[in-house]
T-cell receptor, first 118, second 116 residues
Framework: IAGITQAPTSQILAAGRRMTLRCTQD?????MYWYRQDLGLGLRLIHY???????GKGEVPDGYSVSRANTDDFPLTLASAVPSQTSVYFC?????????????????FGPGTRLTVL | KNQVEQSPQSLIILEGKNCTLQ??????????LRWYKQDTGRGPVSLTI?????NTKSNGRYTATLDADTKQSSLHITASQLSDSASYIC???????????????FGSGTQLTVLP
């Protein structure tokens, strides 16, 4: 593995079904993120994790849950999928450098998972 | 509310020509600004990053500028190539709060198409 990977690449899912999107990184980054990208909108943060064992809610967390049992993996679960969750989902990781206004932490994105909920 | 507005929404140019993409933001307090390139069907890839003390940065044929006073940034592409066809996303980072994710606000992107 090199970088950040996501699985599956795409999925068609019936409404009401449970689905877990997988994300794995091999860069030993502390922070990981889940975004959704919808046409005409910027990427929106769903959940994040600053370090293994911790998670937090982003801008659009409803209907999604995450866990961070170790540094490398950050799965995203849809407990009961709904059509409005049709989107492209991106996982990202970063290793923040510096503090305050001089901080920089480039996020590295996975290739995305295209999810369609019918 | 923190916002990032990009213009134009889409742009078509001929190969070899230059172009400039714009980004206006209202994120406060400001930490840094990044431009990402997103090829179709792929994840975004970082092109440049600028902190509040920088006003220009180059990466090959890409040059980004930042005016922190007017809260504007531009991405200039010189001698465009077919491979430059992509969505270009402006991302602004706000102040960091302890225990929370770095506050990133994403623009919706400019879709650039370079024609032969």
């Amino acid at each position: 593995i090199a970088g950040i990977t996501q699985a599956p690449t795409s999925q068609i899912l019936a409404a009401g079904r449970r689905m877990t999107l997988r994300c794995t990184q091999d860069m030993r980054h502390n922070a990981m993120y889940w975004y959704r990208q919808d046409l005409g909108l910027g990427l929106r943060l769903i959940h994040y994790s600053n370090t293994a064992g911790t998670t937090g809610k982003g801008e659009v967390p409803d209907g999604y849950s995450v866990s961070r049992a170790n540094t490398d993996d950050f799965p995203l679960t849809l407990a009961s999928a709904v059509p409005s969750q049709t989107s492209v989902y991106f996982c990202a990781s970063s290793d923040p450098v510096g503090l305050g206004r001089e901080s920089t932490d480039t996020q590295y994105f996975g290739p995305g998972t295209r999810l369609t909920v019918l | 509310k923190n916002q990032v507005e990009q213009s134009p929404q889409s742009l078509i140019i001929l190969e070899g020509k230059n172009c400039t993409l714009q980004c206006n933001y209202t994120v406060s307090p400001f930490s840094n600004l990044r431009w990402y390139k997103q090829d179709t069907g792929r994840g975004p890839v970082s092109l440049t990053i600028m902190t509040f003390s920088e006003n220009t940065k180059s990466n090959g044929r890409y040059t980004a500028t930042l005016d922190a006073d007017t809260k504007q940034s531009s991405l200039h592409i010189t001698a465009s190539q077919l491979s430059d066809s992509a969505s270009y996303i402006c991302v602004v980072s706000g102040g960091i709060s302890s225990g929370s994710a770095r506050q990133l606000t994403f623009g919706s992107g400019t879709q650039l198409t370079v024609l032969p």
